[in-house]
Each structure stands twice: as structure tokens, then as C-alpha cells.
């Protein structure tokens, strides 16, 4: 069993930065792969960045290349999320998930899951 409790979230104005943070308990984290997903009202959760357990592997979704990057510090089982250049569009809950087979970009391939953390993207 894992445990994953997201933070971070919050109210941003439009072109600005948040850092969402991840930390894992009840496994090792160095063997979990981490990503996060995000989900807007009415509609599927989406793929947004993943990070393998092994090497410096990283995916990121089409929307989010560029202005987002995921990383990873096992020494304190956290995982981040660094948004830049948000934008409205960005508004969401964001969901830190890990599975212990391998990064990928489907939700149904996570075995953990966070609670979410809100993130607004507003003037």
C-alpha cells in the first residue's frame, strides 16, 4: 500500500507559476514510477506528466510540453509538479498517482492515487 498526499494547489493569475508536491508513504518511492493527472469538471481525467523510477525518464501531455516539468527527490519520496506560463485551461484538480511497474500515460495503469489538490487559474 502506498499513501500520496498532493499539496501545493491554489488560486494563480494567468501566466504565473505553482509548484504542486507529492510525498509517498508505505513504500520505496525510489521504485515507484510517479505522474500526475488532472481532471476539470465534466470532463476525463487527463494525462498531464510522468517520471520513470529508473534513469531520468519524463513524458509530459501534448497541452502541458514546455511549461511543465516533473521531478522527483527519493530521499524525501516526494515528486513535484512545476507549472509555468499557466493558463485558464490549466484549471483543475490535480492527482498525483504511482505504479510500481513502469511510467505510462493511462490512468487504469496507476495502482495509487492522491486525494487532488485544486489548482485555479484566474484574474
Known amino acids: 500500500q502506498v499513501d500520496l498526499v498532493e499539496s501545493g494547489g491554489g488560486l494563480v493569475q494567468p501566466g504565473g507559476s505553482l509548484r504542486l508536491s507529492c510525498t509517498a508513504s508505505?513504500?520505496?518511492?525510489?521504485?515507484?514510477?510517479m505522474a500526475w493527472f488532472r481532471q476539470a469538471p465534466g470532463k476525463e481525467r487527463e494525462f498531464v506528466a510522468a517520471?520513470?523510477?529508473?534513469?531520468?525518464?519524463?513524458y509530459y501531455g501534448n497541452s502541458v510540453k514546455g511549461r511543465f516539468t516533473i521531478s522527483r527527490d527519493n530521499a524525501k519520496s516526494t515528486a513535484y509538479l512545476q507549472m509555468n506560463s499557466l493558463k485558464p485551461e490549466d484549471t483543475a484538480i490535480y492527482y498525483c498517482?504511482?505504479?510500481?511497474?513502469?511510467?505510462?500515460?493511462?490512468?487504469?495503469?496507476?495502482?495509487?492515487w492522491g486525494q487532488g489538490t485544486q489548482v485555479t487559474v484566474s484574474s
Open positions: 508505505g513504500r520505496t518511492f525510489s521504485r515507484l514510477a
Open positions: 517520471h520513470s523510477w529508473a534513469y531520468e525518464n519524463t
Open positions: 498517482a504511482a505504479s510500481p511497474v513502469g511510467p505510462s500515460e493511462e490512468v487504469n495503469e496507476y495502482d495509487y
